[in-house]
C-alpha cells in the first residue's frame, strides 16, 4: 500500500513538474532572447553593429560566460530562429 | 576654488606654455600644484626644463608634474581584464577571447579611454595631496572625444542596465515558477549578478568623472589671434556646450604676433578673456615661463564659483 501511494506522489510530482516546465518555457524563450540581444549589444562592435565603447564592454566580459555560451548556442540555430520556438509549442 | 583647470586648444596655440605659466604662478603664490600632461606628444617637461614620468616629480617648492603615458594605462587596463578573464571563464572559452587582446589596443575609444583612467587615478590617489591639479590637454579632436566620453558612455551603460533590469525580473519569475529549471542556478537577484554590479561601479565611475568635468574644473580655452585658432575655440565652446561643461575663460595668447585682421566670434564675446602678450625673443627657462602676467586669469580661477553662482 505505501508503496503505491510513493508511486502516486512521484506520478504526481512528474505530473507537476511537466506542467512547470511547460508553464515556464516559454518564459525561459524570451529570457535567452534578452540574454542573447544583451550579448549581442555588448560585442556587437565585432560583427559591425554599434556597440558601446569597447572598454565598457571589455569591463562586462568577463562576467557574462552564461550570456555567451546562449549567444554561441543561438548562432547554431540562426538558420532556423522560429524553429527553437515552435517546438516549445509543440508545433509539428 | 575649482580644484582643477584645464587648458583646451588647437595644436601649437601655447597651451603647454599657458598652463606651465599658470601652474608655475599658483605655486609661487603657495599653493601647491600638480601640472599634468595628457598630450601624447609630451613637452610639459622641455617647458619646466626637467624630465618627467608618469609618477609626479618635484619641480620647485609647491610644484609637482607629471607626463601621462597613455600606452602604460591602456597595457595596464588590458592585463587586468586579462587576468580577470581567466579567472572567471573556463579554459576554452578564455583561450578564445585572448587571442582578442591583442588588438584591444587598437579598438577606437581605448585612447580615450586610457585618459579618463589616467585621470581617474590623479583625481582618486594623488590629488589628496594637493590644492589644485592643471591639465595640459592633447589637441582638439582627442581632448573633446575623453570629456564626451563619460556623457556618451553613460548612456549606453544606462540603457545596459534597464535591459539587465528585465533579465534578472524574468529569471526571477522563472525561478519562482520554477525552482528546477536550469535558470535558477543562474542570478537572480541584483546584489548577486555581477554584470549588473559592474555596470553599477561603471556608471559611478562615469558619473564621478562627469562631474570632475562639469562641475569641478576650469576649463580655458587657448587661442592666438588668427581666425583659425578662432574658428577651433568656437567649436570647441560648441561641443563643450552639447556635453554639458560650462567654458569658463579664454586666453589670448601671443597676443600681438601678427598685424592681421581678426575678430573673437560674437558668439565668444560672453566669455572673460585674459591677454598674453607675444614676446619677441622667445621664452627662454621656467623662470621666463613663470615672468608671464598671470594675475588677472589667477583671479577670475580663484573668484569662478562666485561669478557662476552670481549669475545663476
Known amino acids: 500500500m505505501n508503496n503505491f ?9 512528474i505530473f507537476l513538474q511537466v506542467h512547470k516546465e511547460k508553464a515556464t ?29 569597447v572598454p565598457i564592454a571589455m569591463e562586462l566580459l ?31 | 576654488m575649482k ?22 604662478s599658483l605655486a609661487r603664490s603657495g599653493k601647491r600644484v600638480l601640472i599634468a600632461s595628457l598630450d601624447p606628444a609630451h613637452n610639459l617637461g622641455d617647458v619646466l626644463e626637467t624630465t618627467l614620468g608618469d609618477q609626479p616629480k618635484n619641480v620647485e617648492t609647491h610644484l609637482d608634474a607629471l607626463e601621462v603615458d597613455l600606452n602604460i594605462w591602456v597595457q595596464k587596463y588590458l592585463e587586468e581584464s586579462r587576468q580577470e578573464l581567466a579567472t572567471t571563464y573556463s579554459y576554452d572559452m578564455a583561450l578564445n577571447l585572448n587571442s582578442f587582446f ?12 586610457a585618459v579618463l583612467w589616467a585621470i581617474e587615478h590623479i583625481r582618486c590617489n594623488l590629488s589628496g595631496n594637493y590644492d589644485l591639479v592643471v591639465y595640459d590637454t592633447p589637441p582638439t579632436a582627442l581632448s573633446l572625444r575623453f570629456l564626451a566620453m563619460p556623457a556618451i ?20 519569475t522563472i525561478t519562482r515558477l520554477n525552482s528546477e529549471s536550469p535558470v535558477a542556478s543562474s542570478c537572480v537577484d541584483k546584489d548577486d549578478d555581477r554584470v549588473y554590479g559592474k ?12 562631474n570632475l568635468f562639469s562641475l569641478e574644473s576650469y576649463m580655458a580655452v587657448v587661442l592666438n589671434p588668427d581666425e583659425l585658432s578662432v574658428s577651433e575655440a568656437l567649436r570647441i565652446q560648441e561641443e563643450l556646450d552639447r556635453i554639458h561643461i560650462p567654458l569658463s575663460a579664454l586666453c589670448l595668447n601671443k597676443k600681438g604676433i601678427s598685424t592681421a585682421p581678426w575678430n573673437l566670434n560674437e558668439k565668444l564675446s560672453g566669455y572673460p578673456v585674459f591677454e598674453i602678450d607675444f614676446v619677441s625673443s622667445g621664452l627662454h627657462g621656467r623662470n621666463a615661463v613663470a615672468g608671464i602676467d598671470m594675475t588677472k586669469l589667477i583671479s577670475d580661477f580663484t573668484n569662478h564659483d562666485t561669478h557662476r553662482k552670481g549669475n545663476l
Open chain 1, 5 to 13: 501511494l510513493d508511486n502516486v506522489k512521484k506520478a504526481y510530482k
Open chain 1, 62 to 92: 568577463p562576467y557574462m560566460e552564461r550570456e555567451l555560451t546562449i549567444m554561441l548556442a543561438r548562432s547554431d540555430t540562426a538558420q532556423d530562429p522560429i524553429g527553437p520556438l515552435f517546438g516549445i509549442l509543440d508545433v509539428d
Open chain 2, 199 to 210: 555596470l553599477g561601479s561603471i556608471k559611478n565611475r562615469l558619473g564621478d568623472l562627469s
Open chain 2, 153 to 172: 558612455s553613460s548612456l549606453w551603460v544606462a540603457e545596459l542596465t534597464k535591459l539587465r533590469e528585465r533579465i534578472l525580473k524574468k529569471r526571477q
Open chain 2, 3 to 24: 580644484t582643477n583647470a584645464f587648458f583646451l586648444g588647437k595644436g601649437g596655440v601655447g597651451k603647454t606654455t599657458t598652463s606651465a605659466a599658470f601652474a608655475l
Open chain 1, 25 to 53: 518555457g516559454i518564459a525561459e524563450f524570451e529570457l535567452k532572447e534578452l540574454e542573447n540581444i544583451f550579448s549581442l549589444l555588448i560585442l556587437g562592435g565585432f560583427v559591425g553593429m554599434p556597440s558601446p565603447p
Open chain 2, 102 to 113: 591583442d588588438i584591444m589596443k587598437y579598438a577606437p575609444g581605448t585612447e580615450e579611454y
